[in-house]
T-cell receptor, first 115, second 114 residues
Framework: DAGVTQSPTHLIKTRGQQVTLRCSPK?????VSWYQQALGQGPQFIFQ???????QRGNFPDRFSGHQFPNYSSELNVNALLLGDSALYLC??????????????FGPGTRLLVL | GDSVTQMEGPVTLSEEAFLTINCTYT??????LFWYVQYPGEGLQLLLK?????DKGSNKGFEATYRKETTSFHLEKGSVQVSDSAVYFC?????????????FGQGTRLTINP
Protein backbone atom coordinates (compact mmCIF):
# COMPACT_ATOMS: atom_id res chain seq x y z
CA ASP A 1 0.00 0.00 0.00
CA ALA A 2 1.65 3.20 -1.20
CA GLY A 3 1.81 5.98 1.30
CA VAL A 4 1.75 9.67 0.51
CA THR A 5 4.09 10.53 -2.35
CA GLN A 6 5.44 13.92 -3.36
CA SER A 7 7.39 15.23 -6.32
CA PRO A 8 9.94 16.51 -6.92
CA THR A 9 12.12 15.78 -3.89
CA HIS A 10 14.28 18.87 -4.37
CA LEU A 11 13.89 22.04 -6.39
CA ILE A 12 15.96 25.18 -6.92
CA LYS A 13 14.31 28.36 -8.23
CA THR A 14 15.19 32.04 -8.43
CA ARG A 15 13.27 34.96 -6.98
CA GLY A 16 10.19 35.92 -8.96
CA GLN A 17 9.74 32.51 -10.55
CA GLN A 18 6.75 30.23 -10.12
CA VAL A 19 6.79 26.65 -8.81
CA THR A 20 4.38 23.70 -8.78
CA LEU A 21 4.66 20.88 -6.27
CA ARG A 22 2.71 17.63 -6.53
CA CYS A 23 1.21 15.19 -4.05
CA SER A 24 -0.57 11.85 -4.29
CA PRO A 25 -2.51 10.85 -1.19
CA LYS A 26 -2.45 7.52 0.60
CA UNK A 27 -4.79 4.95 -0.90
CA UNK A 28 -8.33 5.45 0.37
CA UNK A 29 -7.80 9.08 1.41
CA UNK A 30 -9.64 11.97 -0.20
CA UNK A 31 -8.34 14.99 1.71
CA VAL A 32 -4.99 16.68 1.14
CA SER A 33 -3.37 19.31 3.35
CA TRP A 34 -0.22 21.30 2.64
CA TYR A 35 2.28 22.58 5.19
CA GLN A 36 5.40 24.73 5.00
CA GLN A 37 8.28 23.84 7.31
CA ALA A 38 11.05 26.41 7.55
CA LEU A 39 14.44 25.22 8.76
CA GLY A 40 14.38 24.51 12.48
CA GLN A 41 10.66 25.25 12.81
CA GLY A 42 7.44 23.31 13.09
CA PRO A 43 5.21 22.91 10.02
CA GLN A 44 2.76 25.73 9.28
CA PHE A 45 -0.63 24.94 7.73
CA ILE A 46 -1.12 26.40 4.24
CA PHE A 47 -4.48 24.97 3.12
CA GLN A 48 -6.58 21.84 2.85
CA UNK A 49 -8.46 20.42 -0.15
CA UNK A 50 -11.50 18.17 -0.07
CA UNK A 51 -13.81 17.32 -2.97
CA UNK A 52 -11.66 19.48 -5.25
CA UNK A 53 -12.29 22.61 -3.18
CA UNK A 54 -10.24 24.53 -0.66
CA UNK A 55 -11.86 23.72 2.66
CA GLN A 56 -9.56 25.60 5.05
CA ARG A 57 -6.73 28.06 4.66
CA GLY A 58 -3.96 29.19 6.95
CA ASN A 59 -2.31 32.59 7.13
CA PHE A 60 -0.53 32.54 3.77
CA PRO A 61 -0.74 35.12 0.96
CA ASP A 62 -2.63 34.60 -2.28
CA ARG A 63 0.67 33.78 -3.99
CA PHE A 64 0.08 30.32 -2.58
CA SER A 65 -2.66 28.48 -4.44
CA GLY A 66 -3.65 24.90 -4.93
CA HIS A 67 -5.72 22.45 -6.81
CA GLN A 68 -7.15 18.99 -6.22
CA PHE A 69 -7.91 16.60 -9.06
CA PRO A 70 -10.74 14.05 -9.33
CA ASN A 71 -8.28 11.27 -8.36
CA TYR A 72 -7.62 13.24 -5.10
CA SER A 73 -4.04 14.15 -6.01
CA SER A 74 -3.12 17.77 -5.43
CA GLU A 75 -0.81 20.55 -6.55
CA LEU A 76 0.61 23.48 -4.63
CA ASN A 77 1.53 26.52 -6.70
CA VAL A 78 3.62 29.42 -5.47
CA ASN A 79 3.94 32.55 -7.63
CA ALA A 80 6.47 35.37 -7.44
CA LEU A 81 8.85 33.38 -5.26
CA LEU A 82 10.63 35.14 -2.42
CA LEU A 83 13.79 34.08 -0.61
CA GLY A 84 11.63 33.42 2.45
CA ASP A 85 9.68 30.75 0.58
CA SER A 86 12.69 28.44 0.91
CA ALA A 87 11.43 25.55 3.03
CA LEU A 88 10.37 21.93 3.15
CA TYR A 89 6.83 21.61 1.78
CA LEU A 90 4.90 18.74 3.27
CA CYS A 91 1.75 17.15 1.98
CA UNK A 92 -0.54 15.20 4.30
CA UNK A 93 -3.54 13.06 3.46
CA UNK A 94 -6.51 11.94 5.52
CA UNK A 95 -10.07 10.79 5.20
CA UNK A 96 -12.58 13.58 4.70
CA UNK A 97 -14.99 11.90 7.06
CA UNK A 98 -15.64 14.21 9.97
CA UNK A 99 -14.19 12.25 12.86
CA UNK A 100 -12.54 13.47 16.05
CA UNK A 101 -8.80 13.05 16.06
CA UNK A 102 -8.53 12.03 12.41
CA UNK A 103 -4.89 11.22 11.67
CA UNK A 104 -3.03 12.96 8.88
CA UNK A 105 -0.33 10.95 7.09
CA PHE A 106 2.64 12.89 5.76
CA GLY A 107 4.74 12.51 2.66
CA PRO A 108 8.55 12.92 2.62
CA GLY A 109 8.30 16.52 1.44
CA THR A 110 9.71 18.69 -1.32
CA ARG A 111 12.67 20.84 -0.37
CA LEU A 112 12.50 24.18 -2.19
CA LEU A 113 15.46 26.53 -2.33
CA VAL A 114 14.90 30.03 -3.70
CA LEU A 115 18.04 31.92 -4.76
CA GLY B 1 -5.65 31.62 18.47
CA ASP B 2 -4.67 28.01 18.95
CA SER B 3 -1.01 27.37 19.76
CA VAL B 4 1.42 24.74 21.01
CA THR B 5 4.53 25.37 23.10
CA GLN B 6 7.24 22.74 23.40
CA MET B 7 10.23 22.34 25.62
CA GLU B 8 13.26 24.07 24.16
CA GLY B 9 15.86 21.81 22.65
CA PRO B 10 18.15 20.30 21.81
CA VAL B 11 17.97 17.49 24.34
CA THR B 12 20.89 15.07 24.70
CA LEU B 13 20.61 11.90 26.77
CA SER B 14 22.50 8.69 27.29
CA GLU B 15 21.02 5.37 26.19
CA GLU B 16 18.54 3.89 28.70
CA ALA B 17 17.86 7.29 30.29
CA PHE B 18 14.33 8.48 31.08
CA LEU B 19 12.88 10.98 28.63
CA THR B 20 10.35 13.76 29.14
CA ILE B 21 9.54 16.38 26.49
CA ASN B 22 7.10 18.98 27.75
CA CYS B 23 4.21 20.24 25.65
CA THR B 24 1.48 22.71 26.59
CA TYR B 25 -1.29 24.06 24.42
CA THR B 26 -3.80 26.87 24.09
CA UNK B 27 -7.05 26.10 22.32
CA UNK B 28 -10.74 26.81 22.40
CA UNK B 29 -13.03 23.85 22.77
CA UNK B 30 -11.66 20.33 22.96
CA UNK B 31 -8.73 19.71 20.63
CA UNK B 32 -7.19 16.38 19.74
CA LEU B 33 -3.49 16.12 20.61
CA PHE B 34 -0.69 14.42 18.70
CA TRP B 35 3.01 13.67 18.86
CA TYR B 36 4.78 13.35 15.51
CA VAL B 37 8.41 12.31 14.95
CA GLN B 38 10.70 13.34 12.12
CA TYR B 39 13.78 11.25 11.44
CA PRO B 40 16.65 12.81 9.47
CA GLY B 41 15.74 13.34 5.82
CA GLU B 42 12.21 12.04 6.25
CA GLY B 43 8.68 13.39 6.60
CA LEU B 44 6.59 13.34 9.75
CA GLN B 45 5.35 10.10 11.26
CA LEU B 46 2.53 9.88 13.80
CA LEU B 47 3.90 8.59 17.09
CA LEU B 48 0.77 8.70 19.24
CA LYS B 49 -2.43 10.66 19.82
CA UNK B 50 -5.21 11.32 22.32
CA UNK B 51 -8.64 12.71 21.54
CA UNK B 52 -10.15 13.52 24.94
CA UNK B 53 -9.18 14.48 28.46
CA UNK B 54 -7.37 11.80 30.50
CA ASP B 55 -6.77 9.64 27.41
CA LYS B 56 -3.29 8.13 27.24
CA GLY B 57 -1.68 7.61 23.86
CA SER B 58 1.14 5.08 23.59
CA ASN B 59 3.39 3.58 20.93
CA LYS B 60 6.91 2.08 20.78
CA GLY B 61 7.39 2.63 24.52
CA PHE B 62 6.41 6.31 24.33
CA GLU B 63 3.43 7.62 26.30
CA ALA B 64 1.57 10.90 26.70
CA THR B 65 -1.55 11.73 28.72
CA TYR B 66 -4.06 14.44 27.73
CA ARG B 67 -4.30 16.71 30.79
CA LYS B 68 -7.05 19.26 30.34
CA GLU B 69 -6.58 20.85 33.76
CA THR B 70 -2.95 21.75 32.96
CA THR B 71 -3.45 21.96 29.15
CA SER B 72 -0.49 19.63 28.70
CA PHE B 73 0.49 16.55 26.70
CA HIS B 74 4.01 15.67 27.84
CA LEU B 75 5.87 12.89 26.02
CA GLU B 76 7.66 10.26 28.13
CA LYS B 77 9.72 7.13 27.60
CA GLY B 78 11.24 5.04 30.31
CA SER B 79 14.41 3.92 28.53
CA VAL B 80 15.54 5.63 25.33
CA GLN B 81 17.60 4.05 22.56
CA VAL B 82 20.01 5.52 20.02
CA SER B 83 17.37 4.87 17.35
CA ASP B 84 15.03 7.35 19.11
CA SER B 85 17.26 10.23 17.98
CA ALA B 86 14.97 12.50 15.93
CA VAL B 87 12.95 15.70 16.09
CA TYR B 88 9.68 15.43 18.02
CA PHE B 89 6.68 17.68 17.34
CA CYS B 90 3.66 18.18 19.54
CA UNK B 91 0.52 19.22 17.63
CA UNK B 92 -3.17 19.85 18.10
CA UNK B 93 -6.19 19.58 15.86
CA UNK B 94 -8.68 22.24 16.90
CA UNK B 95 -12.34 21.78 17.73
CA UNK B 96 -14.47 18.70 17.52
CA UNK B 97 -14.26 17.87 13.83
CA UNK B 98 -11.89 15.51 12.09
CA UNK B 99 -9.44 16.22 9.29
CA UNK B 100 -8.89 19.75 10.50
CA UNK B 101 -5.60 21.58 10.23
CA UNK B 102 -2.78 20.67 12.57
CA UNK B 103 -1.12 23.35 14.69
CA PHE B 104 2.47 22.35 15.55
CA GLY B 105 4.96 23.32 18.20
CA GLN B 106 8.46 24.32 17.17
CA GLY B 107 9.91 20.83 17.64
CA THR B 108 12.44 19.35 20.05
CA ARG B 109 15.60 17.75 18.70
CA LEU B 110 16.56 14.65 20.68
CA THR B 111 19.99 13.03 20.50
CA ILE B 112 20.71 9.76 22.28
CA ASN B 113 24.34 8.84 22.85
CA PRO B 114 25.42 5.20 23.24
Amino acid sequence: DAGVTQSPTHLIKTRGQQVTLRCSPKSGHDTVSWYQQALGQGPQFIFQYYEEEERQRGNFPDRFSGHQFPNYSSELNVNALLLGDSALYLCASSSGTIRVGETQYFGPGTRLLVL
Amino acid sequence: GDSVTQMEGPVTLSEEAFLTINCTYTATGYPSLFWYVQYPGEGLQLLLKATKADDKGSNKGFEATYRKETTSFHLEKGSVQVSDSAVYFCALSPGDQGAQKLVFGQGTRLTINP
